[in-house]
């Protein structure tokens, strides 16, 4: 949900914009890697949780890892249709040493969406769309039509 509210407040008419910011961080983190990602689903909340590993310099064996995770708030339009509001985001299960346990003790959360009215006056809302559903698996499109498919564990 976090690049989707990103891509979201773009808007179509910055669209190359916020692709060229997520070059850019690609970029940027092209010496992390993605683990696992999982996603938890309620009536009225959706969690994401990506384990990262990243690459403190290229070339210098340091990797900092942890799981990114997002709360974003759930409104089921239609049974297909989503809309996704992010609410916070935070880091858990980090191995930088004393940050691991303030991040974890603490329950530290960046409030995304807070952040979002403040500057903008407005939270952005993203669209999913699923295109296939059954107990195993589901396909889902954002609104640039790029397709994630999640297999339940």
Do not use: C
């Amino acid at each position: 949900p976090f690049f989707l509210s990103l891509r979201a407040l773009a808007g179509d008419e910055n669209k190359a914009i916020a692709e060229n910011g997520f070059d850019l961080h690609e970029k940027a983190t092209s010496t992390g890697q993605i683990g696992r990602v999982r996603q938890t689903i309620t009536d009225d909340e959706l969690i994401s949780e990506v384990d990262i590993s990243v690459g403190v310099l290229p070339g210098i064996p340091v990797r900092v890892k942890g799981t990114v995770v997002t709360t974003a708030m759930l409104e089921v339009i239609l049974p297909e249709e989503w809309d996704v509001s992010v609410k916070g985001t935070s880091v858990k299960n980090s191995n930088v040493p004393i940050f691991d346990q303030i991040l974890d003790d603490m329950d530290l959360e960046l409030p995304v969406g807070s952040v979002y009215e403040q500057v903008t006056g407005k939270n952005p809302t993203s669209v999913l769309r699923t295109f296939y559903v059954d107990e195993s698996i589901r396909i889902t499109r954002d609104q640039d039509e790029n397709f994630y498919v999640w297999t339940r564990m």
